[in-house]
């Protein structure tokens, strides 16, 4: 029998959207298919190096042992303390340079408009513009100018972007969530504070709604803080065990929908 098409949606969290890397480990390691990608913030960056079939050994160690000032460039803050050129160069450099229609998995990445409060959600052009815009956390990045609009980070408006694989096409749901119910992190300096405000916002916003996924995979990052980039592989660590927690689950979705073959 045909199998069902699988989507993966990639939520945004920071730091924290580095246990999607767990996540993707598991699939590999399970052979589970992912026909469709779509992600938000943290979760478009994992998602557009896995589509672009970077290996994830590599992707973990980098994301483990890249340097700050590799992709960090403070600027007097004027509307972020980020400029961001650094880490899109970066994400070019990870992407080869491809747009999004380039890429073996079809692949959405979730971008806000600031200024109409709209969802943007880039499905082809140029993969560094795209993930540059979805990663920009109000206040720490610098916004990104597109055909007239100021872009921020895709959590803003969609942190789980379930509903962009359904009008991709995707019959099976699979959800990553990284941001903690209860989250028991301290706060220590302005881009802790930035940053788990917008996560508070993006709970309270996704509380208004359900994920609409056949499987929610939901790794325990609470005392994991979403600028703590030195607890990757702790992150990525509690992917993996939250990804084999639900594997019964995402057999049985897919077995239900006509099989794996």
Known sequence: ????????????????????????????????????????????????????????????????????????DLTVPKRGFITGDKVRGLIRLLTHGKKLEDFSIPTAVVATDLAKGEQVVFREGPADLAVRASISIPGIFEPVEWEGRTLVDGGVIDRIPVQVLKEMGADAIIAVDVVPCLPTVRMDNIFDVIAQTLSVMEREILNTRAVDADVLIHPDLADINPTAFTRVDECIRRGEEAAREQMDRIRGLIGERGGVG
């Open 1 to 72: 029998m045909v199998r069902s098409k699988v989507g993966l949606a990639l939520g945004s969290g920071g730091a924290r959207g580095l246990a999607h890397i767990g996540v993707l480990k598991v699939f590999q390691q399970e052979e589970i298919p992912v026909d469709f990608i779509a992600g938000s913030s943290m979760g478009s960056l994992v998602g557009v190096l896995y589509a672009n079939n970077l290996p994830l050994d590599m992707i973990e160690e980098l994301a483990i042992h890249l340097k700050r000032n590799s992709w960090l």
